[in-house]
């Protein structure tokens, strides 16, 4: 035989009944068989711990409470449910300030009882009915409710909560809620602020948030009242915090800080990096190469580690990985990254684009490099030393490989950027003079350098011994640059070009050579003044090549064309990679113009 639906009602209300008298700072008002249009009557609340009197009193929250026999249990032993409830009561209550509904659900025989609930402040309830509005639902919506824990410290919180957030709010037709911040908006917010009674920590306050109690706040630029934030049942909300506690294994520390993730009913995920998460509660580790080679490398070298041992230290407390199990592409691949950060400080180059940017072509090149320094391609390397001119991103980086013939390891040094090691000139007697390094690059390297170090290069040209047995690689050096600059218009290698020249001087001026090389730096930077073609003019050359350059940078095509088809086959091909041959063939394109 079934229960009336006035005996399941006033169990229900009962129930609540009982939890309401158990706190001292809380009372009931409700009401049997609905004698209110929407409401089943009030929950009073005063002032924690003090008696109930006028003066104490705090606030008179409303409340709807449902009853409900569970005979198939399909919401009893639940921790959260969905029930419908009708539309037209939630217009009331929006109207209002809301409401702190209560579905009571019980077994046959009475003996156990359920309460669930949900609060449903005005936010919220203006959620609800766009929803309802969209699906085109006329009758109900389903409403989310929470298994309320049967305590009265606990529905006093909720009853407080409800409280605080109400009056927070006002009515439904007032601005505050009218004006609640969509999801969609959410860029615009400028700040972000809630308060949750009774939670203690952020693990009590995220339950709160997930179970609908506590409402979000938002801030808008130019507009600093906080405005409630809509209101999803399906969303997710996290707690990222920085954490600076050191994390290790066994006595060696990996990160001194880094970033914990709480997600309610997910548990505690540590970010230690961009490339790597740990999930505490699953003991499961996703890595994603992101960042730069530094971070990867720390990272490889905690999962390889972490891979002997079972678990990890932060600072004095213990954590369980259980067994790491590891694929092993993955194991290479954080050898990869260990053994690349080797080589990239071996040949000083300190490259930091992130991972999760570059290009296939770019890790083929990284992979290149460690493949080098690996002997992989010592079958190729004729002599003992070797110029490898490494091309990452598109430009190069010049190496030097001392190939070892009993280990399968080579040296690597970097061919331009190093104090490592030093390039000279020699006399007959077998003294040796120091000359810039990047006298040694070709043509084609020096002018597409992954990067120009100005000030290093300026350091090489000081370094140099000026004398009558490096001067001729020193002038060669400054016709580098200035042919470098008119690969890239880059002024600083001109000015560099002209350093050189400067350095020389002392032995080379008054020379035709020097005097024109000197001209046609002054040429590129900045035209020629009257007091410089004089200079020009007064250049007595010595032979056709002078007098090709001083036709060339006269502009004079035709006497320019004259003196090459003068030139030896032997000097045409001397001066063939001279700078001074890129002005002649602009005069061609200006010619033809």
Known sequence: MDLPKAKIEDRAIRSLENIVDDHFTMQSQFNRLDKEMSWDGYIEIFKKNAEQSKENYDDKVPVQIKGHIDKEQNYINKKRITYPVKIADLKVYFRDRGVLYFEIFMSEDGKRREIFYSSLFPSKIKSYLETAEKKGNKGSINISFSKLEKTADRLYIIVKQFSNESRKQGFGIGPTVQNTIMIKDIEKVTSITASAVGASNQF???????????????????????LPLEWHDDSTYVIRERVHKTLGIESRVFYKEYEAETIFNEGIILILSENLEIDLVKGKVRFKEKSGIKQLRIDAEFLLCAKQNASFTIEDRNFQFGKLDMPKRLEDKLNFYIQLDDVLQMIEFDFKKPFKIISKQTKQQLESIVAMRNGLYN????????????????????????????????????????????????????????????????????????????????EQIDKADVNEYTVGTLNQAALSLINAYDATNNLELLDLAEYQLNRIEILEKGKSYYVLNCLQIKYRKQGFQKEDRKHLLEIQPEDNVVSFGKSVLLQQKGDADNYYKKLTDEEKEDIKDYPIMYLYRKLDIEDGC
């Open 204 to 226: 009590e306050f995220l339950q709160r948030l997930s179970e609908g109690d506590v409402c979000l706040y938002g801030t808008l630029e130019g507009c600093p009242i906080p």
């Open 379 to 458: 079958e190729d390397l004729t002599d003992k030393q070797h110029i490898f001119n490494w091309k990452i991103e598109d430009k190069y980086m010049p190496i030097i490989v001392s190939r070892h013939e009993n280990d399968e390891k080579n040296d690597l040094m970097n061919a331009i950027y190093t104090r490592k090691y030093q390039t000279f000139d020699s006399d007959e007697k077998g003294n040796y003079f120091k000359v810039p390094l990047f006298v040694i690059l070709d043509q084609y390297v020096l002018n597409d350098l992954y990067y120009y170090d100005y000030t290093y290069i300026r």
